[in-house]
């Protein structure tokens, strides 16, 4: 049996946070030992909004540099940057003529993006990218958080349209989402997403963030009314998702930790919340502190090398199969 393939991105808009730790970026690291990884920073995709081109560099890197921190192997997962392998952008052409405009006007994305005074073509057409992107190396899984299951969705149906008409060429991937984590909740809003373009940085807690940061926000999370703490969606979603967060770090269940926190007080509780987030990710703050930018640019520089030679023998296939060469 080979070994089954496995493609994720994540955009280097702004810092990765543990929504992205707990939802992605976990499991990414895990599953290298189990499949072919393939894993890249999308930094295509952060075009669709308005970006500084110095910092737009520097983000890129600052990503690079994480993922390798969180323990992305470039001896077992090939990393790279999107925009140094062209075909992801010659295969999105290509399946943009089979997408539905219907499809794509109802992606949440794009919807709120929309709604936020985000109007281009790319922001409409993201999730053909995102597509071309998985199926570029025909991997059979995605590993993401729950907001994307719509995008994978309309990668299925891609691939069922091409497939139709051209004969059985894509895989249909699978999305990999975790039990718990898979999405995290602002820490100043439990009913929106914690996520990187959130204009409060105290929403979110990035993953590099020292240990006082880390209490801090913590601290100053919104809790819900009452005293207990309890895992109830409904009426407690502040404290629920900070049990999520426990849960997650402590690899405890939530029921558990509810049970034992119950009645140590919201103050106690968030304390024990930062401890372990802090202990959880101290190993990638350090590792990320001993990397040099230099050594991320040559791993990524090597990663597009391999990516490409992999993307094109993608690509002469399917050139030859659509018509486009003999
Ligand atoms: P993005 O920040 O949109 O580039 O997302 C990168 C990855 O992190 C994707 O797999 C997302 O599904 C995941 N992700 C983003 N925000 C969250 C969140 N709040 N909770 C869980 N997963 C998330
Ligand atoms: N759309 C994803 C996000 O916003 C990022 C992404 C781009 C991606 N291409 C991908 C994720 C391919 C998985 C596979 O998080």
């Known amino acids: ?68 921190a969180a323990g992305i192997d470039p001896h077992h997962s090939m990393l790279y940057f999107q925009s140094q392998v062209p075909q992801h952008s010659e295969l999105s052409w290509i399946m943009g003529t089979l997408a539905s405009m219907g499809h ?34 025909r991997v059979h899984a995605v590993p993401v958080g729950n907001d994307q299951t719509q995008h994978l969705e ?31 909740m602002s820490l100043q809003d439990p009913s929106s997403k914690m996520s990187k373009s959130d204009p409060d940085p105290g929403s979110r807690i990035i ?20 005293r207990e703490v309890a895992y109830d969606l409904e009426e407690k979603p502040g404290i629920s998702n900070l049990l999520d967060i426990l849960a997650a770090f402590t690899g405890r269940g939530v029921a558990q930790l509810a049970e034992e ?23 990638l703050r350090q590792a990320y502190l001993n990397l040099e930018d230099s050594q991320v640019k040559q791993i990524m520089d090597e990663g597009a090398r391999q990516a490409r030679t992999r993307a094109e023998e993608t690509m002469t296939a399917l050139r030859s199969l659509i018509g486009l060469s003999d």
């Open 1 to 68: 049996m080979s070994t089954k393939r496995v493609f994720s991105g994540i955009q280097p808009s702004g810092d990765i946070h543990i929504g992205n730790y707990m939802g992605a970026l976990r499991n990414w690291v895990a599953m290298q030992d189990d499949y072919a990884t393939i894993y890249c920073v999308v930094d295509l995709h952060a075009l669709t909004l308005p970006q500084d081109p110095a910092r737009l560099l520097q983000a890129r890197l600052r990503t690079a540099k994480i993922l390798l």
């Open 104 to 137: 794509l006007g109802r992606m949440t994305q794009y919807k709120e993006k929309e709604d936020k005074g985000g109007q281009n073509l790319g922001l409409f057409s993201y999730p053909v990218l995102m597509a071309a992107d998985i199926l570029i190396h």
């Open 154 to 184: 309309f990668t299925r149906d891609l691939v069922g349209r091409f497939n139709a008409r051209y004969g059985d060429f894509f895989p249909l991937p699978e999305q990999i989402s975790p039990p718990v984590g898979a999405r995290v």
């Open 207 to 226: 993953v590099t963030d020292d240990a006082d940061t880390i209490v801090s926000k913590l601290r100053r999370a919104v809790t819900d009314s009452g």
């Open 261 to 283: 926190y119950a009645q140590v007080g919201y103050g106690r509780f968030k304390d024990v919340v930062a401890e372990a987030v802090i202990f959880g990710l101290q190993p």
